[in-house]
């Protein structure tokens, strides 16, 4: 079974600009959470999807935003981007409690 | 953000060293996970606990859940070159009838093996 995809895996935008970011789930799971890792925060819950509704919500401000297709496929979008957005995003996809990760997008902002 | 509190933050070891490494949180947690990220990719899922107690090995590695659901711990035995990469704790929280939601992490553990 293939794994979770995620592209692209590296982008160079400027502040200002916004972005899209897409993952793939493993086949069969309903689920996709994203998080943003940087090295002063660690690894933080940006949001949850679950049949195409937002189900959880971290703690970012508004110009993170995200949605789900109704093949589970997740996008998401980071408008206005600051400095402080680059980062590894990433997505994972679960069926139940375990939660497995893509290889995540790495974005840096200029 | 909320993370857990994850020790050692670092650790160089010789090949065939035992090592261990744990994770406590002032919440209770349903489930814990242990990860590995190696450098440029995502973390991979190594162990999952559910229950309180519960004492779950995969190969070399072994983990706990702790009695007080609020601390869980990773012991990695005889120790070798491959098991380098950065080690995290994750805690999870069941909203509503559902199984999923979110993790919190630990801030990692760093693994150096000498050959």
């Known amino acids: 079974k293939a794994g979770v995809t995620q592209t692209p895996r590296y982008l160079i935008k400027t502040r200002g600009q916004q972005v899209t970011l897409s993952c793939s789930p493993i086949?069969?799971?309903?689920?996709v959470s994203w998080y943003q890792q940087t090295p002063g925060q660690g690894l933080q819950f940006l949001f949850e999807?679950?049949?195409?509704?937002?189900?959880n919500k971290g703690n970012f401000p508004g110009r993170f935003s995200g949605r789900q297709f109704s093949n589970s496929r997740s996008e998401m979008n980071v408008s206005t981007l600051e400095l402080g957005d680059s980062a590894l995003y990433l997505c994972?996809?679960?069926?139940?409690?375990?939660?497995?990760f893509g290889p995540g997008t790495r974005l840096t902002v200029t | 953000g909320q993370q857990l509190n994850q020790s050692p933050q670092s650790m160089f070891i010789q090949e065939g060293e035992d090592v261990s490494m744990n994770c406590t949180s002032s919440?209770?947690?349903?489930?814990w996970l242990w990860y590995k990220q190696d450098p440029g990719e995502g973390p991979v899922l190594l162990i999952a606990?559910?229950?309180?107690?519960e004492l779950t090995s995969n190969g070399r590695l072994t983990a706990q859940f702790g009695i007080t659901r609020k601390d869980s711990f990773l012991n990695i035995s005889a120790s070798i070159p491959s098991d380098v990469g950065i080690y995290f704790c994750?805690?999870?929280?069941?909203?509503?009838?559902?199984?999923?939601?979110?993790?919190?992490f630990g801030q990692g553990t760093t693994l150096q093996v000498k050959p």
């Open positions: 994972a996809s679960s069926l139940g409690t375990e939660q497995y």
């Open positions: 086949s069969g799971h309903r689920s």
């Open positions: 999807y679950f049949s195409e509704t937002q189900r």
């Open positions: 919440s209770i947690f349903n489930t």
């Open positions: 606990l559910y229950k309180a107690g």
């Open positions: 994750a805690g999870q929280y069941y909203y509503g009838s559902s199984n999923t939601g979110k993790l919190i």
